[in-house]
């Protein structure tokens, strides 16, 4: 590698991916490049434990463009698996097939990592790409754990048998760490349902509580409800003591509280009553009866009647309110006269111009 311009950008990424591979520990999949070319790599992938291609090792070659990673690499198969051809690059969304979808900012190890995903997923007639019964991928990824592919030179050769028998050092690694990783996983699922109910459950839980309270405490009419519910109230007038005397009878008195389990809220209830219900309780309890109710509306007519005199009829305007007034008609008065001057005289000089102007036609002629 040491032939390679490292100045070059694809370069310089390649052998990054090809470092960080080096220190990746993930026992199911390897991935290096050839020594004579590094825009050629070859793979090895682990079939998925809960698939039909469990157990399987899987080998590829991989296929840089010069222009990488702005361009996706190309995959090829080499070992058989009922998924895809060997010998022809497969066409995927992370392949050379598709551009459109590549991102440069992927790397070899999250397109073989997206590999693995795509081979339990149907062909669908792509190019490159099989439908085989289960029970065949099953039969070749026994085949394919037992024998490495042949394929290339001799180092090429051997490169396949020692990345091949690396799969297998990591095999029992790679199981072990599979089925620790489904353990745990019903336990995400189990939260999420249960976190989905919650709010349901508390909410209920509300509603509950909320109508044993509404049926504890003595419900506190409001004045509207006294309004729509007299028979007697034709008039707002005659509406507000109506109401004012209902609120007042239906008012619980402050010491009796709602139930003995609750005291505090069954206190809180009256300690606070409607604005309209205090006036009336107090003069019930006065011993010299009650005062004369103030009508709110007719309050509220009599506040009005400014107001409405103030917009229907113009207070007496002052005299430099006048003055002004009569400024702005003589000025506007001086300035129409003005314009109709000057159209005047502009139409007087055209009238001399077009005599004078007959006239000299008329001398000419004779």
């Known amino acids: 590698m040491a032939a390679w311009n490292s100045r070059n950008p694809a370069v310089k990424r390649i052998v990054q991916e090809l470092k960080e591979l080096q220190r990746d520990d993930d026992p199911n999949l390897l991935a290096e490049a050839l020594e004579e070319n590094i825009f ?40 058989p698996s009922g998924r895809f051809e060997t010998g022809i690059k497969i066409c995927l969304s992370i392949s050379s097939h598709h551009p459109e979808s590549w991102q440069p ?4 190890r999250s397109a073989l990592v997206a590999l693995i995903a795509f081979m339990q997923t149907p062909g669908n007639g792509a190019l490159g790409s099989l439908d085989h019964p289960v029970e065949a991928k099953r039969s070749m990824a026994a085949e394919a754990r037992a024998h490495p592919p042949t394929y290339g030179s001799a180092d ?17 690694r790679s199981r072990a760490l599979c089925f620790s990783d489904q353990r745990p996983t019903a336990q995400p699922a189990e939260a999420a349902q249960a976190a989905e109910a919650a709010p349901a459950a508390a909410q209920a839980e509300a509603a509950t509580e909320a109508a ?28 507000v003591p109506a109401a004012g005397a209902a ?26 009553p409607e604005p309209r219900a205090r006036p009336a309780a107090a ?22 009647a400014p107001m409405g005199l103030a917009v229907h009829h113009h207070p007496h305007q002052s005299w430099e309110d006048r003055g002004l007034t ?41």
């Open 283 to 304: 003069a019930a309890a006065s011993p010299w009866g009650a005062p004369a109710p103030v009508p709110v509306a007719a309050a509220a007519a009599a506040a009005a």
């Open 40 to 79: 050629e790599w070859h793979f090895v992938i682990r079939g998925a434990w809960d698939s039909e291609f469990e157990g399987g090792i899987y080998h590829g070659r991989i296929l840089m463009p010069a222009e990488y990673p702005f361009k996706p690499p190309a995959f090829m198969m080499l070992t």
């Open 326 to 366: 009569y400024l702005a008609v003589l000025l506007g008065l001086a300035i129409a006269a003005l314009v109709i001057r000057k159209v005047l005289v502009a139409f007087t000089f055209h009238s001399d111009d077009l005599y004078t102007f007959h006239n000299h036609v008329e001398g000419v002629e004779l």
């Open 156 to 172: 090429r050769q051997r490169l396949i048998a020692e990345m091949h028998q690396k799969m297998l050092d990591m095999e029992e």
């Open 105 to 108: 900012s992927w790397s070899v």
């Open 212 to 239: 044993a309270e509404a049926t504890a405490a003595p419900a506190v009419p409001s004045p509207s409800a006294a309004l729509t519910a007299s028979p007697t109230a034709t008039s707002p007038e005659a509406a």
């Open 247 to 272: 609120a007042a009878a239906a008012a619980p008195p402050a010491a009796a509280p709602a139930t003995p389990a609750a005291p505090a809220a069954a206190t809180a209830t009256p300690a606070e």
